[in-house]
Every structure is written in structure tokens, then in C-alpha cells.
């Protein structure tokens, strides 16, 4: 059988044809490179463009209706992997459609929500997280169950949250903050009821500021940090008639941090507008005391490297290759090398006593191992306080940061250590050998980056569980 090579204007049309179908078939960028090699071949010019032009609108929204519907189904379903893939389809291919016009907020929703789930942020915070109408991720707080507070670092001596609200006690070293975990990018604000019985400071950090009001003396300012040694003149950068003096009332705050702008109302009043340093940060909140704080939100563009950081744990946890918590193992003597018990602790606090230690430690004379991961949601320079009547060494990523285990003498009980590091999992050593201490008690404090001093809390610590 000898084939015949099609002429020109055969192959024209033949593609002009092609364009045509994959046009009806949704295909349309597919359908545009088809024309244009079908006019290379003869087709009429413009021949195609004339059937696009008539019926394109129609098939945009018939075929965005199909997907949407899809869209939809997969979000009943829980699969949230597809619903990013249709979603992505919807927009770069029928973003012109009325359709998927009329359906943005909706479909942006979506699919803000589907990110949450595939990353896991729902699981990973105590608090309700949900999406707003204009995409942003929410994070609430309505205090009635103090295990919300799983998702703060804070030290428990000063902050307590039930009955519907945060109670802050007197905090004279303005060090012991609420330090939330979610990292926020471009927009993030804070809205919250809040009521002080006395003349009070307090101040929040967003978007890698800190907006502070001091109703003592009616001062204000914004500013990239500040000496917590000057606490009552920390933000006496203006007058703004911040008065919340023993008056009882609930008064509505509200913070906004937004490319590299910022705002700070009270009952819907402007009191602080100014520039802020305008890069991804947490949500920190420090108060002088004795404050009462109702219906925390946060919301905001959460910051993608923290996302994915956060997916990844939430992933390795599902497969079952990362668990919380660190490993603590108890030896009888003073050089790790006797074990006695291995058990999973979510924290370093701890008090140890003879009366409680196994029968085989016969004196107190004895070395204990905490390993595991330690989670940087920011970067920042990390600063770690230890206070034990023992000897140490901290080891961050296989260096150690703090080591005094080799000394004969007693050391001092209050321990420092300073490490920079950029988010992740690092690896975490922390060794300890007791050398006659009958009655032990390990305490460990942190900062991250900010001034402040949290214990540290269980959220930041895991493990990788043998197989």
C-alpha cells in the first residue's frame, strides 16, 4: 500500500479540526497551539479565533462548573490532595470563567483549608483553627479548657487559663510572656478582650515588632525591641491617652501587622500607627499583671517555610518515624554507662529523690540522658537556662553549647547557653551526672529570640522511635 503525504491545506485543516475538538474538550491551551500550526498549513487565519470567540465564554463555564463540582466533592471527602490539584486547575485554567469568578473567596477557602489538613496544623494546635472569608488562617482561644494553652510557650506561675478566661499574675520582670507557635508572614492581627483592675503595661509582637502601651503614664510606640530593665519607659515614644486605669471594663484590642505597616486600636480607637521591621514572626504577649484577658484570635498569612516545617512533623508522626517527647535514660553511675530505665518524658523539669529512684541506685550517684529533637518554628538566637545542683553538657546538632561535665568541683546551679538556629528538627543532647545530690531538681528555661524566659514547652520536643 503506498500512503500519500497529505498536502499543505489537507493538514491545515486536519489541525484546524483538532483545535476545533480540543477546544470543546476543555483543552484549550492545547486547542490554541493547535491553530496556530494548523495556519502554518493554510488554514484560513482567524478561522479558529472566530469559533473561540462565539462559544469560548460558554465552554469556560460549562467545564468550570464540572470541575468545581469535583472541587467540591473531594472537600466533603476529605481528600484534601485533590482538592489542591482541582483547585489549581481551576484557577489557571478557567480563572476567566464567571464561574470561578463568582466562586474566588469560596474556592481560596477551600483550599487554604485543604493546605491546613495536608500540613497537619490542625492537629498539630489544641486551639480552634479555621479559615476567613478573606483566606487567612484563625487561630481561637476561648480559655474555658486550660489545655488550649499546649499551644503557648508560658510560664504556668504567671498565666492561667479557665473559666473562659486568661488570668495574668504579677509579672514584675516583664520576661514571662505568652509566646504562641504559629509563624505569621505578610498580614497577621490580633484581636482580644481584655480588662486590667490597675495601671498597666502590655505589649504584643507581630510582624517582628512590638507595639506597646503603658496606661501609667499614657505612652506608646512601636519598635523592633526593647530593654525589659526599662519596663515603664520601654515604649514612651509618644502620647496616646492609653488610660485603662482601674476602671473594671472590658476593652476590645485590636493589633495589625501588614507589609511592613502597623496598627494598634483599643474599643476601635487609633492609638499606635507606624512602620514595623515587616518580616514573619510569632505572636508574643507580655503584661505587667494582673490582667484578664477573653476571646483571644489571631489571624494572618501563615509563613510557607513554617508550613512546610510543619508538615513535615505531622507527616513523620503519621508514618510513624518521629513520636513527642524526648528519651530519658537513668544510669547508676556517673558516666552513662550503667542503664537502669528508659522511658519517653514530655520535658527536662523534673525532681529526683532516692525514695523514688529504682532499687538499683543505692546512692545518689548517678547520670541521666535526654535525647531527641528540638523544633525551631523561626529563626533567632536560642538562649537556654539551666538550673541543677549538677554537672552538664547540652549538645545542639552534635555541638555542645554548654558543658561543664568534666569539672571536679561543684559547679554554679544557674547554667547559660546561646545557639543560633534556622527552623527545623535539631538534634537535642542533654547529659547530667549527679555526684552526691540526694535530692535533684532539673529546670530548664528558654528563649527564642525575644527576651523572654518560658520553660520549655513539650510542643517543641520528639523522638524517633525505634523500629
Not at 188 to 193: K, L, W
Not at 329 to 350: H, P
Not at 372 to 392: D, I, K, N, Q
Request: hydrophobic share 40%.
Amino acid at each position: 500500500v503506498i500512503m500519500k503525504r497529505p498536502k499543505p491545506e489537507q493538514k491545515g485543516a486536519g489541525l484546524h479540526a483538532l483545535a476545533v475538538y480540543l477546544l470543546f474538550s476543555g483543552r484549550f491551551y492545547d486547542a490554541d497551539k493547535a491553530a496556530e500550526e494548523a495556519e502554518k498549513f493554510g488554514a484560513a487565519a482567524g478561522s479558529f479565533d472566530a469559533v473561540k470567540k462565539k462559544y469560548r465564554r460558554m465552554l469556560l463555564n460549562r467545564f468550570a462548573v464540572a470541575l468545581l463540582r469535583k472541587f467540591e466533592e473531594a472537600f466533603e471527602k476529605g481528600e484534601y490532595g485533590r482538592v489542591l490539584e482541582t483547585g489549581k486547575r481551576l484557577k489557571d485554567e478557567f480563572g476567566e470563567s464567571e464561574v470561578v469568578t463568582a466562586k474566588q473567596a469560596f474556592i481560596e477557602g477551600r483550599m487554604a483549608r485543604a493546605r491546613l489538613e495536608t500540613a497537619g496544623v490542625t492537629r498539630f494546635f489544641r486551639g480552634k483553627v479555621s479559615v476567613t472569608d478573606a483566606g487567612y488562617v484563625a487561630f481561637d482561644y476561648d480559655f474555658d479548657d486550660p489545655l488550649q494553652m499546649a499551644d503557648f510557650a508560658f510560664d504556668p506561675e504567671v498565666w492561667r487559663a479557665g473559666g473562659g478566661e486568661l488570668a495574668v499574675g504579677e509579672d514584675s520582670s516583664y520576661r514571662k510572656g505568652l509566646h504562641h507557635f504559629a509563624v505569621f508572614a505578610r498580614h497577621a492581627e490580633m484581636r482580644a478582650e481584655y480588662r486590667n483592675d490597675r495601671p498597666n503595661s502590655v505589649c504584643f509582637r507581630l510582624g517582628g515588632s512590638w507595639f506597646g502601651v503603658n496606661s501609667f503614664n499614657g505612652t506608646g510606640g512601636i519598635i523592633p525591641s526593647f530593654d525589659e530593665k526599662k519596663l515603664w519607659d520601654a515604649f514612651s515614644v509618644n502620647k496616646t491617652g492609653f488610660a485603662i486605669r482601674m476602671d473594671g471594663f472590658v476593652h476590645r484590642l485590636r493589633v495589625v501587622a501588614s507589609g511592613g505597616g502597623g496598627l494598634l486600636t483599643v474599643d476601635g480607637k487609633k492609638l499606635l500607627e507606624g512602620r514595623t521591621a515587616g518580616r514573619p514572626s510569632s505572636f508574643e504577649m507580655r503584661d505587667l499583671g494582673f490582667a484578664r484577658i477573653r476571646k483571644l484570635h489571631l489571624e494572618g498569612e501563615l509563613d510557607e517555610k513554617w508550613l512546610g516545617l510543619i508538615g513535615e512533623v505531622t507527616s513523620r508522626m503519621r508514618k510513624g518515624t518521629l513520636a513527642k517527647g524526648l528519651k530519658r535514660t537513668l544510669y547508676s553511675d556517673l558516666y552513662f554507662s550503667r542503664r537502669v530505665k528508659e522511658e519517653v518524658v514530655r520535658g527536662i523539669d523534673a525532681k529526683f529523690e532516692m525514695g523514688s529512684l529504682p532499687k538499683k541506685i543505692k546512692e545518689p550517684v548517678y547520670s541521666l540522658k535526654y535525647e531527641g529533637l528540638f523544633l525551631v518554628p523561626e529563626a533567632g538566637e536560642y538562649s537556654f537556662h539551666m538550673t541543677m545542683s549538677a554537672r552538664l553538657r547540652l549538645r545542639i546538632d552534635g555541638a555542645a553549647i554548654a558543658d561543664n561535665l568534666q569539672m571536679r568541683d561543684r559547679p554554679d546551679p544557674n547554667t547559660y547557653a546561646k545557639v543560633k538556629l534556622e527552623p527545623g528538627l535539631h538534634r537535642f543532647e542533654l547529659f547530667i551526672a549527679n555526684d552526691g545530690e540526694p535530692f535533684l531538681v532539673l529546670r530548664m528555661r528558654y528563649d527564642a529570640g525575644t527576651g523572654g524566659d518560658f520553660p520549655v514547652p513539650g510542643i517543641l520536643f520528639y523522638h524517633e522511635p525505634e523500629k
